[in-house]
């Protein structure tokens, strides 16, 4: 009989510059963790059997054989359907659209394979490692380039009729107006909260000739990151604090219109834009208590998520050993 507790199950998360790959135990636990580059060029078309090739070095370094695996699970960006592991609109990554991913990778690693949206499974790994903590029914919100989303509901992801469910960054946060978004709408959420978005709202102001220690960095420098919005912010910086309080309207709306809908026990915020921590986090809480109906706000959490980059391939993992 087949032990399945002492089989591994691969991690896979691709991104649109590197690859992360970890072999992961039965109980979620990462053994090996490593990345290769992602290869866009040619369509595309050597991703899939890069990532066989890195699997197999692997599994040779540490002398093991495929027996060991379960399968693949992979985090992959944009919407994708679960039951034919099919990918749509992936223009970063040279593929064409309806890009059969899940039987390419298949035929490369002879290893059973499972796709699904990255943002997607971010949040099921913070369901089950990190600041999710057991919780069933979690929304899971990345701020970084953009602003991806998950929703888990009564402990599996919500896919929706297209695979197309949980992409908040893409909620209009205005009503009219607002910056135009890669997606072609006008005033999506990712324009706001996204590291991209922050530093956009900076610039807008600085072009306004305003002075401070943020209005010092960029003359210094010539540009400015998310980050010196959030350090200058902390020292006092009138702008960077207007910036803030900005994005954190637009967020705690949001997140109070998603927890409105799906009740949520738990949102957890990830990215690198979570790293900003109580100076981000303080002013969305009270914002999403502002908005959010009594009782949704007496029973949801808003926590910044625990597991950084690891998420996505734990989360991975746990569909190749779920579905």
Known sequence: MINLAEKWLIGVDLGGTTTKLAFINYYGEILYKWEIPTDNTEEGKNITTNIAKAIDRKLEELD?????IIGIGMGAPGPVNLATGVVYNTVNLGWKDNYPLKDLLEVETSLPVIIN??????ALGEMWKGAGNGAKDLVCVTLGT???GGVIANGDIVQGTSGAAGEIGHI???ASGGAPCNCGKIGCLETIASATGIVRQAFDRL?????GDLAGLYNEKGHITAKDVFDTARAGDETSLLVISETALHLGVALANIANTLNPEKIVLGGGVSKAGDILLKPVVENFGKFAFSRVKESTVIDIA???????VIGAAWLAKNK
């Open 146 to 148: 953009g602003v991806g």
């Open 64 to 68: 093991l054989t495929k027996d060991k």
């Open 117 to 122: 949206n990255d943002a997607n499974c971010a």
């Open 172 to 174: 209009t946060s205005l």
């Open 306 to 312: 625990t597991l950084g980059n690891d998420a996505g």
């Open 207 to 211: 072009q306004m000739g305003t002075t």
